[in-house]
């Protein structure tokens, strides 16, 4: 055994049941280690060399930097030479991050962000009061551009360049108006009209203009009037630098157009020419991460879901008159209680001239919204707190534990009502790119499945300046897609989270994201890929496994799997058997020189002189004694009625995505659960689960590795 560089040399390794072995790995080359479970191949590829590479890492860092790592035992081994910086892709990788998804594990979402942020378009998200959505795209000009469209009009067209300052507030604005005229301006516009400011400041009271107190008022300094000529041009730059300035980077040019001015709105930010309390700074990736406070939706933080006070926990009864605790919070905390809300009660009906015995069922649409909410009826200005604001100020005020475990009972948490569950904010959320015809927004994009995002990618429609721009972008997305779509995954939509894949689709996601990063001179320690995957799919994964070594990465497969097996580009078989009677390396090498090993069971499995015997009697089955799900709609299970034969070994299998770990993780076994802990089922997973009677007791047994603690064995795990 020469040590070269095409070598990793393991010489005596004793991990668990190893005994003593030494051994040669070429490297960059596919190698299976293979053997009976129990024989001591994991003990070799993980606990040993991947290790001892996690170790030799360490080492290399910085004092500083390792104090914050936690310290590695070396492994069971005198040495291991020639070993590259190892990656172990294994089923389950540990502390799970709640927030994470297929879309971020990959880094797919990432390049997302950046796409987002440099060629996309964002849109007016202004709503309309028939709630239609505004969609002009959001435009930045330059003073420069500015100037030139100015100029652009006919000669002799008349102008007024104005600044705006007060937009959609209520108030008399008196001192606006008097630090414009201190600045030497002497004409305003005020919601439209133009005032002269003079004149208007010789009315001594708060309220110069005669504005209504609660209503919106919108103002403009009128900075110059203009005629657009070719000599003007200096002094039209002018006023537009000083509009621009005063407005906070927006501008009002006012056309003279026959006997009524046209308004021409210009931003120096990104603002929608119609509405300019629609702008947004500059479009940055971090705009588009929920986990970042910057792009996260303002009302529930980036979670999608709020926990707040909801009508019908409060108002569960719509038949109950107001006066007899149609409120449950307002009524059945005691009598003290009834009379300080009875009154006001009253009031609430006294305001609308109502009667207290009224049902909350005959209130009108505003009446109940009022009495929800709170607000003032049409012209009063008596106002009433509304049940909701009532509560939530009780909540933020009691200091009382049981006051506020109390009120919680009024609570649910429901989903955003500002985000819609989409988690980031409206600014984010309405920045779109085209494609096949139709604009995606981020999540819009995230909601697509792997193939779906791939088409959509392909299509997008960007401009010759974007394009550049984007084409790097584009690459990292389309190749991370395209290697999902090769390795079967292409039903996954990339809003998954991570915690609910199965453990052969999260090792492959990994996969990808390690074939994304297009590493080499790294060695690869990967457990069963093939667990979960559908013969079809095989050939595709295998062709990963040769990628990533045809690259230069050492590739190092724990596997039982014969297709894997005999494609190996070398084959160590450990064993003989499990435990004590395992731990050594039987033979290694090439699939002909394995196959003529005479001690191998490996060897005799793969040439058929050996096979597992099918029973040749079957237990008889019967439907008696069966757990039936009806109706199971869990991620893409379509209303799936199921019956499962008990004391029998029964197997559920299907393709990769085919909805075989939803129907047994998600829907049978969280609801098996849930009732044998005396709950009800969980109606959005399936309709129904019956015979969960016959059995009693369910027990889990998962791909997540056993706990690599000494004491730890199969009967302390399963905690049987
Ligand atoms: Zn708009
Ligand atoms: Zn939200
Ligand atoms: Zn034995």
């Known amino acids: 055994m020469a040590t070269d560089a095409k070598t ?150 008349r102008m007024m360049i104005c600044a705006p300052v007060v937009t959609g507030k209520k108030g008399y604005h008196r001192t606006v108006l008097e630090s414009l005229r201190s600045e030497g301006f002497v004409r305003a516009r ?218 919680m009972t009024c609570m649910t948490h429901m989903q955003c009502p500002s985000c819609l569950g989409e988690r980031l904010r409206i600014e984010a959320r309405s920045v779109t790119v085209e494609s096949t015809g139709r604009h995606y927004s981020i999540t819009q994009l995230t909601s697509l499945t792997i193939a779906e995002l791939l088409d959509v990618v392909n299509a997008i429609e960007l401009t010759s300046e974007q394009s550049a721009i984007a084409e790097p972008i584009l690459k990292e997305i389309k190749s991370r897609l395209t290697f999902l779509v090769s390795v079967g995954l292409d039903y996954l939509s990339l809003n998954r989270t991570s915690s609910t894949l199965s453990g052969g689709e999260s090792q492959r996601i990994r996969l990808a994201t390690q074939v994304g990063s297009g590493l080499v001179g790294v060695c690869y320690v990967l457990d069963e890929p093939t667990i979960g995957l559908h013969a079809r799919d095989n050939e595709r994964l295998l062709k990963t496994l040769h990628h990533l070594s045809t690259i230069g990465n050492t590739v190092l497969v724990v596997e039982h799997d014969e297709e894997i097996i005999r494609s190996a580009d070398h084959i160590v078989d450990v064993g003989p058997h499990a435990g004590l009677h395992g731990g050594n390396i039987v033979c290694q090498g090439s699939l002909a020189k394995i196959l003529k090993h005479k001690q191998s069971l490996t060897s005799k499995y793969l040439n058929g002189s050996l096979t597992i015997p099918s029973p040749d009697k079957r237990r008889g089955v019967s439907f008696v004694d069966a757990i039936s799900i009806s109706k199971a709609i869990q991620n893409n299970l379509k209303q799936v009625d199921v019956e499962l034969p008990l004391n029998v070994l029964t197997c559920i299998t299907g393709v990769s995505g085919s909805g075989k770990s939803s129907l047994v993780n998600q829907v049978l076994l969280k609801q098996v659960t849930r009732v044998m802990k005396g709950e009800t089922i969980d109606s959005s997973l399936c309709a129904s689960v019956k015979g969960i009677e016959h059995i009693d007791r369910l027990i889990e047994v998962d791909q997540s590795p056993i706990g690599r603690t000494p004491r730890s064995n199969p009967a302390t795990y399963t905690g049987i």
């Open 190 to 407: 005020v919601n439209g009209g133009i005032v002269d400011l003079r004149e208007v400041l010789l009315n001594e009271s708060d309220n110069p203009l005669g504005l209504g107190r609660y209503e919106m008022h919108t103002i403009e300094a009128v900075i110059d009037r203009i005629v657009i000529d070719e000599d003007q041009r200096e002094r039209i730059a002018d006023s537009v630098e000083v509009a621009v300035k005063l407005g906070e980077g927006s501008l009002l040019v006012l056309e003279e157009d026959g006997s009524h001015w046209k308004e021409h709105v210009y931003s120096e930010h990104f603002a929608c020419s119609k509405h300019p309390e629609c702008n947004l700074p500059e479009l940055e990736p971090r705009l588009f991460s929920f986990n970042s406070h910057y792009g996260a939706c303002r009302k529930c933080d980036g979670l999608g879901s709020v926990h707040e006070f909801d009508p019908a926990l409060i108002i569960p009864d719509h038949t109950v008159p107001l006066n007899k605790g149609a409120i449950v919070p307002w009524h059945a905390y005691g009598p003290a209680m009834r009379r300080k809300y009875g009154r006001k009660i009253r009031k609430f009906c006294d305001m609308h001239g109502i009667d207290t015995t009224t049902t909350f069922g005959e209130l009108n649409k505003k009446q109940r919204m009022m009495l929800v909410e709170g607000g003032s009826p049409k012209g009063s200005r008596a106002k009433f707190e509304g049940v909701i604001p009532n509560l939530q100020r009780r909540f933020k005020q009691t200091e009382s534990d049981h006051v506020r475990s109390w009120l």
């Open 8 to 157: 990793i040399r393991v010489i005596g390794a004793a991990e668990h049941n190893l005994k003593s072995v030494s051994l040669s790995i070429p490297r960059d080359e596919f190698v299976v280690i293979t053997g009976v479970s129990g024989s001591g191949k994991s003990s070799l590829a993980f606990d040993t060399i991947f290790a001892e590479g996690q170790r030799k890492y360490m080492e290399s860092l910085s004092s500083y930097a390792r104090q914050f790592l936690n310290q590695m035992d070396k492994p069971n081994v005198e040495s291991i030479e020639g070993l590259p910086p190892t990656i172990a892709i294994a089923q389950r990788s540990s502390g799970h991050n709640p927030r994470s998804t297929v879309a971020t594990t990959t880094e797919i979402y990432d390049y997302l962000r950046l796409l987002m942020a440099r060629c996309a378009t964002p849109r007016c998200w202004h709503l309309s009061s028939k709630g239609e959505v505004c969609g002009l795209p959001i435009q930045s000009t330059t003073v420069t551009q500015i100037i030139d469209v100015l100029m652009s009009f006919k000669t002799g067209t």
